[in-house]
């Protein structure tokens, strides 16, 4: 014989896969009893049958390595997750299985010179497009949200448990970049003191802290404990925005975690991560105004003294002299920090060592000082 029919004689029932010795060069296939029927009462008036099969053409995902690492991280969520006697945790429908997955797979695919809004997508060589592809995911991953506009109100309509867990990965994503911009990128996978390596960490410890059977809200909240115990919550506020901004801030309500219907969104991060940008003058050069939530002030860098005034108090390695013009309420702390409150106003940008942005907490401004337009 060149082939084998095999006809499933239990009507209803589904066919399964035929094969699996090497030994046997007879290919065969199965086919429903309904199937079966036909076949038979077309054998029986003499039809004549020529069955030609083109070659197809299928890319190995043994060959990608996104897949792979994919699979590997379900071992790792899976054991994690609700400790070592709890080994079934993931199986409710808010569960982020997938997003670690994707996530491990991401991270250990980075290199350097990648950019926060390239687009990344899972499964891209096995579904035979570039790097840049959709992949299988319904968006590639990226901090874009013009290509990824996902936020935590769209688990209710996304697949579960893929289209949930790339949702999560998308916040995870946004995370880790806050992360490298704070503490920059590092190539060796075993050097975890880049922002990558912190993030790796983090999702780790994360999952071992995280109950079984968790939500979103549980996974962020474990993420932020893991950075309390890692690092003394020093990258707290790098991590609440990424999630705020995909709609998990503070007021954010997961419900029930076996229901991904009865969610609730919010953008808010904590008061002590709220905060305005400035304008920075060193010689007297001021930068342009940004949009109207930043504030005027001046900040120049003298290098001889720290001066304060107008209930202004300085905590900073920088001898700098300040002449705000906008009104604070209460002793106001002003923070040196490099980075822009808002990545939308500055996107990407890292001031030069001479020029310092000053954060000042929203709790401790008044409702009257003066924007700029």
Known sequence: AIGVIVCNNNPGERVFTMGGDPQQAIPAVMVSYEDCQILKAEIANGLTVTIKISAVKVQDSDLDNG???????????????????????????????????DFFALLLQMKPGDLETDANGIGTYASWQNATGGGIRPFPYTTDMGVNPFTYNDIDGVSIPHGVGSVWCTMLWDMTWNLIERHGFQPDVYNITGGNGIAMQLVMEGMKLQPCSPG????????????????????????????????????????????????????????????????????????????????????????????SGDNVSLTAGQEISVQPTFELVNPATLLLDIRPCDDSVLPGSIMPDQEK???????????????SK
């Open 67 to 101: 897949i792979i690492a994919h699979e590997y991280g379900h071992g790792i969520s899976n054991r994690l997750t609700g400790g070592a006697s709890m080994p079934n945790c993931l199986t409710n429908q808010e569960q982020m299985g997938e997003g670690w997955s």
């Open 216 to 307: 979103f809200v549980d996974g962020r909240d474990a993420i932020l404990a893991a950075d309390t115990l890692l690092f003394g919550g020093a990258n707290s506020c790098e991590i609440w925005r990424a999630f705020a901004r995909r709609g998990l801030g503070v007021d954010a309500l997961q419900g029930s975690t076996n229901d991904v219907t009865d969610g609730t969104e919010s953008y808010v991060t904590p008061v002590s991560c709220q905060c305005t940008d400035q304008n920075v003058t060193y010689s007297g050069v001021s930068i342009p105004n940004g949009t109207e939530d930043r504030a005027n002030t001046t900040i120049s860098i003298d290098n001889s003294t720290i001066q």
């Open 357 to 371: 942005m000053v954060r000042i907490l929203k709790s401790n401004t008044s409702t009257n000082f003066i924007r």
